[in-house]
Nanobody, 124 residues
């Protein structure tokens, strides 16, 4: 089992920045990829960014490319999401997830472990 704990959400004005953190514990040696998803009110949960644990290869949804950066600290078993130039449409609950499988990075069904979520609110 892998446990995930997110932190770093909050309220920020449009154009501002936030950094989310996700600390993993338990069977961290089994993690193949970690990712961030988000869910806005009344919408489906969507993929935001992913990072492969061994080599740091990253993927992003088009709407955040150039604004968000996913990174990891293997020694701390922690993944980060640096969010810059935030927009009101980035408002959502952000979830950290982890997968032990070699699978599609954007498909939430391929992630076995999830954090509790952290709220990000961007005011206009």
């Amino acid at each position: 089992q892998v446990q995930l704990v997110e932190s770093g959400g909050g309220l920020v004005q449009a154009g501002g920045s936030l950094r989310l953190s996700c600390a993993a514990s338990g069977r961290t040696f089994s993690i193949y990829r970690m990712a961030w998803f988000r869910q806005a009110p009344g919408k489906e949960r969507e993929f935001v960014a992913a990072i492969r644990w061994n080599d740091g290869n990253t993927n992003y949804v088009g709407s955040v490319k150039g604004r968000f950066t996913i990174s990891r600290d293997n020694a701390k078993n922690t993944v980060y999401l640096q969010m810059n130039s935030l927009k009101p449409e980035d408002t959502a609950v952000y979830y950290c997830s982890a997968s032990e499988r070699l699978a599609a990075y954007y498909y939430e069904g391929d992630y076995e472990y999830w954090g509790q979520g952290t709220q990000v609110t961007v005011s206009s």
